[in-house]
């Protein structure tokens, strides 16, 4: 389970949202895979199997999914990660993006 930074949480609460299903989005630029970021956030961060990476010069792609539900990040072109491995990321929550599942809107 990923910790909500305690501002996103008030909104989600004020508007009725605790213990209701919702969806998170965040940017592939969001998710880290330095351990830097992974060490000083431990609350945010996951293991994933990387299904896919895409070498794109600058940038390498990695797609993996989450109990079903796609998962892309973008790293530096550096990062050493392979296809079928398991990686810890961890997402930078005070970027993270919250959707009704009825409606399918932002949770502003």
């Given at each position: 389970?990923?910790k909500?930074p305690?501002g996103k949480l008030?909104?989600?609460?004020?508007?009725?949202?605790?213990n209701?299903?919702i969806?998170?989005?965040i940017?592939?630029?969001?998710?880290?895979?330095?351990?830097?970021f992974?060490?000083?956030?431990?609350?945010?961060?996951?293991?994933v199997n990387?299904?896919?990476?895409?070498?794109?010069g600058?940038?390498t792609?990695l797609?993996?999914?989450?109990k079903?539900q796609?998962l892309?990040?973008?790293?530096?072109?550096r990062?050493?990660?392979?296809s079928?491995?398991?990686?810890a990321?961890?997402f930078n929550?005070?970027?993270?993006?919250?959707?009704?599942?009825?409606?399918?809107l932002?949770?502003?």
């Amino acid at each position: 389970m990923l910790k909500i930074p305690e501002g996103k949480l008030k909104v989600l609460r004020n508007q009725g949202y605790e213990n209701k299903e919702i969806t998170l989005g965040i940017r592939p630029e969001d998710i880290h895979d330095e351990p830097l970021f992974i060490q000083s956030s431990p609350e945010t961060a996951l293991t994933v199997n990387i299904d896919v990476v895409e070498l794109m010069g600058a940038e390498t792609i990695l797609y993996s999914s989450i109990k079903s539900q796609s998962l892309i990040a973008r790293f530096d072109s550096r990062a050493d990660v392979k296809s079928g491995q398991s990686i810890a990321l961890a997402f930078n929550m005070n970027k993270a993006h919250f959707f009704d599942n009825e409606t399918s809107l932002r949770i502003c």
